[in-house]
């Protein structure tokens, strides 16, 4: 694929910024909303293993 | 039919959804990542460009998926509110905590690229006269009305219930809300922009299926992600979250 | 159950007449941001007279919210609502009266003043029956849906702005049609098909909300 090929395609018929804008906001969304997701999960294991070993430790002291 | 009332009973387990429900959520979560970037791409490159709109057209591909997901979703916040207050199912009220945040991005992120598509199709950003537009806003302030009453209920269990009649209330309301609204844009038909019927060729409407079936796996596993975590929380003193915290392959 | 119903009407209509700033003041109120939107508006008669319609019904809404806010909040302290549910575990008919009284005291008000707000705005006479009509159908929708919101909030300290939250979005349709019958009396048209809707709603909404009520009212007192 030219160059001029893929710039021509970017500008998507002088309507690129429009187009461009609606995509790139919905990746950031989606893509904040699966990291989000992930990690309240990760950070909900971790919590529960920190509490776990935490009383771990008081009982064998 | 045993079945049936089998896996009923066993999703109102915590536990075993956590368990059964992992592999959907590797699943949900590829399926969703495969499919949305397939139909946005081919949206993108290789469907033709819209003989009227041109290629704003393109916006087409996500944001009608978006608005789709944002209202199926409220759809499932009332059944759950509804199966939580019949049935007095724990897990239907998981469900509700893990769809509203969902929900609320996908209607904001909705009213957005509509207003980007609406720019260069119809020379503005916002138009209260189209009843689409102005009934997902309304979507928005219902969405906004249920996270604000969970934060507002220190107790747990009232929170969730109130919330359930509040989502019944809104799921019965919402198509008054839209009937009265697209009732009141008809009265303004002289400033109104409508969207013409079109009758999309297979080039066209297959990469917004592709995107539709993407955007709901991706509804299921953030759904079923987050209802993950919740039940982590709710459960974080029970012997079997302390065993599955403890074994090493899940840190 | 109308023993109960009865008994309930006797009950609100009495505290209602020991209470009467409780019921004047949303009123005073709704007066006062009705000068508000006039002095705002220029007083010019043809500007007032154009805003007039949807600027009653919206300042109407928000008066109700004011009045809604409290409705449930006096009888959760006291004890009452309790006794209520020791009675029934699912006190429609007590509640229907609380709702009905709870219209008569800011629904049916508004529409009694309605004529006299229309002409504030400059509404022409012509216009003032078919205003009060429209209040008279759908004021009841507005108390009945309200309540709902109000049922769920009682338990919460400050439940003013997440009240209208709840709310204001599924009054919409009312503020939809509302509108309308005013906007078309002033253009000389008949109401149309927006008056019956106002009076569906208000019918469903009675014939709803009591159930939808009881049960917001249990959640909160089990809180």
């Not at chain 2, 429900?21 to 490159?45: H, K, N």
């Not at chain 3, 109700?64 to 006291?78: E, K, S, T, V």
Request: proline share 5%; charged share 15%.
């Amino acid at each position: 694929m030219s160059v001029e090929a893929f710039s021509e395609w970017a500008s998507m018929g002088r309507h690129g910024l429009y187009v461009w804008l609606a995509y790139g906001s919905s990746f950031v969304t989606l893509l904040l909303l699966v990291i989000g997701t992930r990690m309240a999960f990760r950070r909900a294991l971790r919590d529960i293993a920190a509490d776990v070993a935490a009383e771990q430790e008081n009982e064998s002291q | 039919m045993g079945w049936i009332t089998t896996t009923w009973h066993r999703l109102g387990s915590p536990r075993w959804f956590y368990g059964m429900m992992a592999p959907w959520q590797t699943g949900f979560g590829i399926a969703a990542l495969v499919l949305l970037a397939v139909g946005s791409v081919w949206g993108l490159v290789w469907a033709p460009a819209d003989y009227q709109q041109g290629d704003s057209f393109r916006i087409i591909y996500i944001h009608v998926p978006t608005v789709i997901v944002a209202q199926s979703a409220y759809m499932t916040l009332g059944a759950a509110g509804l199966v939580l207050l019949v049935w007095r199912m724990k897990m239907a009220d998981v469900a509700m905590v893990a769809i509203v945040p969902f929900g609320m991005a996908m209607t904001a992120l909705g009213l957005f690229t509509g207003a980007v598509w609406g720019r260069p199709t119809w020379g503005t950003w916002w138009e209260w006269t189209d009843a689409r537009l102005v009934s997902t806003l309304i979507l928005l302030f219902l969405y906004f009305g249920l996270h604000a009453l969970r934060q507002a209920i220190p107790a747990a269990e009232s929170a969730a219930r109130a919330c359930a009649v509040l989502a019944i209330a809104g799921l019965v309301n919402i198509p008054i809300i839209k009937y009265s609204v697209e009732w009141w844009t008809t009265l303004h038909q002289g400033s109104t922009f409508s969207m013409r019927r079109i009758n999309m060729p297979a080039v066209m409407y297959l990469p917004l299926l592709v995107n539709v079936i993407g955007m709901y796996c991706l509804f299921g596993y953030v759904m079923i992600a987050r209802m993950r975590t919740e039940i982590l929380r709710r459960e974080r003193d029970t012997s079997w979250v302390v065993e599955l915290v403890r074994r090493p392959d899940v840190r | 159950m109308s023993g109960a119903l009865g008994g309930q009407i006797r009950r609100e209509l009495l505290l209602l007449a020991r209470s009467r700033t409780d019921v004047l003041n949303p009123l005073v109120f709704l007066f006062l941001t009705v000068l508000l939107f006039a002095l705002a508006l220029d007083g010019r008669p043809e500007n007032l007279r154009a805003h007039a319609a949807g600027v009653l019904w919206a300042l109407v809404l928000l008066t109700n919210m004011l009045a809604l806010d409290g409705m449930f909040r006096r009888d959760y302290d006291d004890g009452s609502l309790e006794q209520m549910f020791l009675i029934t575990q699912s006190p429609v008919a007590p509640v229907l009266g609380k709702l009905l009284v709870q219209w008569l005291a800011t629904g049916a008000l508004i529409t009694l003043c309605s004529p006299l707000l229309g002409l504030a705005l400059n509404l022409p006479a012509k216009v003032l029956p078919m205003l009060f009509l429209a209040f008279l159908a759908g004021s009841p929708a507005v108390s009945f849906i309200g309540a709902i919101g109000a049922s769920v909030t009682v338990g919460i300290r400050r439940s003013g702005a997440i009240l209208g939250l709840l709310v204001l979005p599924m009054l919409i349709p009312v503020l939809i049609f509302g509108v309308s019958v005013v906007n078309r009396a002033l253009d000389g048209d008949p109401p149309g098909p927006a008056i019956y809707w106002l009076a569906a709603l208000s019918v469903a909404s009675i014939m709803a909300a009591p159930f939808a009520v009881s049960a917001g009212l249990k959640v909160s007192l089990e809180q």
